[in-house]
């Protein structure tokens, strides 16, 4: 299999949020863009789907290897290879890629952070690092594009968060601060519960207004000159929001069950931002 395609089946499946990003991707970028979300998912995958956390450990000793090896020009995974014209095509820096590395040991290394100060560095790395690569592919003029990737990276990590709460918990990953939890009165356990109590629909609220925050935060750093260029990644701002207002109207109900977008309404939220990407923009 060829690394390119490799890329686009491990995270451009139709009906992804990803797919109908990348249809608005120019399409001497797709591959490029392609390649760095499929690492991204390789290195979050390494930690959130694998229960054994030694295991866990040697993927991640062995990527950040693969990762000396691609800046090297000495790939061994279709991912690296599939990288490889990126990294030369727009001089992409190996300190995002080890952001990324460095995010998931500190995912692997706590079961809960202590604060959201702790757990925003997190967020960051797993989502703002990868954020900023795809940009620097896209393209830009003024510098306060870097400031909006970088907020819309945590934002789209945060949502990510609240979106796989469940099943993020049963690998071993809480992603609401310790402190948060405590002061709505959360036990760990409460997270696997079959229903949603009130005092859990609270905390979920405030950790979806958080999300908000930097996607707002994000908005104010995007100049209209830039919002064309930035079309794929407002998109994806736009479908995470229209899956937060999903949550939301579901009640929050998260340790129920995990809510989703349908296909045809994220083909629709797609094709609507196209036509103005600045028009109420993360709202």
């Not at 290897?65 to 990288?83: D, I, M, T």
């Not at 870097?146 to 990510?160: H, K």
């Not at 918990?169 to 939890?181: A, K, R």
């Not at 479908?239 to 629709?268: M, N």
């Amino acid at each position: 299999m060829q690394a390119d395609q490799y890329c686009r089946d491990k995270i451009a499946k139709p009906g992804s949020s990803y797919y109908y990003s990348l249809l608005y991707t120019p399409k001497n970028k797709v591959a490029d863009v392609t390649a760095i979300y499929a690492y991204q998912e390789e290195i979050t995958q390494s930690v959130l789907h694998c229960g054994d956390r030694e295991i866990a450990q040697t993927k991640l000793n062995w990527w950040a290897e693969e990762l000396q090896r691609c800046f090297n020009q000495k790939p061994q995974h279709p991912v690296s290879h599939a990288l490889q014209a990126a990294i030369r095509n727009y001089m992409l820096p190996i300190e995002y890629f080890e952001e990324l590395l460095d995010g998931a040991r500190m995912r692997l290394a706590h079961d809960i952070y202590n604060s959201y100060d702790q757990m925003k560095l997190d967020c960051y790395r797993l989502g703002g690092a990868p954020s900023l690569l795809v940009t620097e592919i896209l393209g830009y003029n003024d510098r306060s594009t870097q400031r909006f990737s970088e907020d819309l990276g945590i934002a789209l990590q945060l949502t990510d968060n609240i979106h796989r709460l469940r099943m993020n918990t049963l690998q071993g990953n809480i992603c609401i601060p310790l402190d948060e939890m405590q002061a709505h009165n959360i036990q760990p356990d409460d997270v696997l519960k079959k229903e949603t109590p009130e005092k859990m629909k609270n905390l979920l609220t405030t950790q979806g207004q958080r999300a908000r925050a930097h996607f707002k935060q994000a908005a104010s750093h995007l100049l209209a000159s830039e919002q064309r260029s930035q079309l794929p990644r407002i998109i994806l701002g736009n479908l995470q929001i229209a899956l937060l207002d999903t949550i939301e109207s579901d009640g929050f109900r998260l340790t129920e069950h995990q809510v989703d977008l349908t296909p045809l309404r994220k083909f629709w939220i797609a094709w609507r931002t196209q036509l103005n990407p600045g028009h109420r923009l993360f709202q």
